[in-house]
């Protein structure tokens, strides 16, 4: 069935840095989502991407749609301490009714 | 505006026994879903439902969990009986229709002991 897969597992990283994960597929996607998981809630939606090589930001996020429909990345600049949580790639299952989700990317932020 | 609400937050429970989540959806949104989520993993779909009707149950393990919207708003996911296995988050969400943004409630963890 089609996987996500998401790198790297884990981030520790100083208040201030720039973060950079990705996601990748070997099969295509035609949405890419982008959800943020704080500790005891559920995933809240950050950025959405709908066609190939788009490049969307929300405040200091940006995402970007691979040109392949195989892959998305989502960057984060300047990193604070609330950024900490885990962040979720996800894109809608070949019939496009059910989202699939990747394992998570655990980010650390230290002050 | 009003989120997802889920009821309990947690809940432990011993092997072979029953349990009950409830789920009530932002007002309006026609399509609910059930994610179990494993630690270290993703959400996974368990069942959506398109107002009282079943979408997509294709990855409930049907002879232990059922799920039912019966009037088109609330929902409760059941399980019964209980593995250890089942320790997880379970999370539900709703959407205005199934092309929409999904929004999460802050889902009821399971522990089975």
């Known amino acids: 069935g089609q996987q996500l897969n998401q790198s790297p597992q884990s981030m520790f990283i100083q208040e201030g840095e720039d973060v950079s994960m990705n996601c990748t597929s070997s099969?295509?996607?035609?949405?890419w989502l982008w959800y943020k998981q704080d500790p005891g809630e559920g995933p809240v939606l950050l950025i959405a991407?709908?066609?190939?090589?788009e490049l969307t930001s929300n405040g200091r996020l940006t995402a970007q749609f691979g040109i392949t429909r195989k892959d998305s990345f989502l960057n984060i600049s300047a990193s604070i301490p609330s950024d900490v949580g885990i962040y979720f790639c996800?894109?809608?299952?070949?019939?496009?009714?059910?989202?699939?989700f990747g394992k998570g990317t655990t980010l650390s932020v230290s002050s | 505006e009003a989120g997802v609400a889920q009821s309990p937050r947690y809940k432990i429970i011993e092997k072979r026994q029953s349990v009950a989540f409830w789920c009530n959806p932002i007002?309006?949104?026609?399509?609910l879903y059930w994610y179990q989520q494993i630690l270290g993993q993703g959400p996974k779909l368990l069942i959506q439902?398109?107002?009282?009707?079943?979408?997509?149950d294709s990855q409930l393990p049907k002879d232990r969990f059922s799920a039912e919207r019966l009037k088109g708003v609330d929902s409760t996911l059941k399980i019964q009986p209980a593995k250890l296995e089942d320790s997880a988050v379970y999370l539900c969400?709703?959407?205005?229709?199934?092309?929409?943004?999904?929004?999460f409630g802050p889902g009821t963890r399971l522990l089975v002991l």
């Open positions: 991407l709908y066609k190939a090589g």
């Open positions: 439902f398109q107002n009282n009707g079943v979408v997509d």
């Open positions: 007002s309006g949104h026609a399509t």
């Open positions: 969400a709703s959407s205005l229709t199934r092309q929409e943004t999904q929004y």
């Open positions: 996800a894109g809608f299952n070949q019939a496009g009714t059910a989202l699939i």
């Open positions: 099969s295509i996607f035609n949405t």
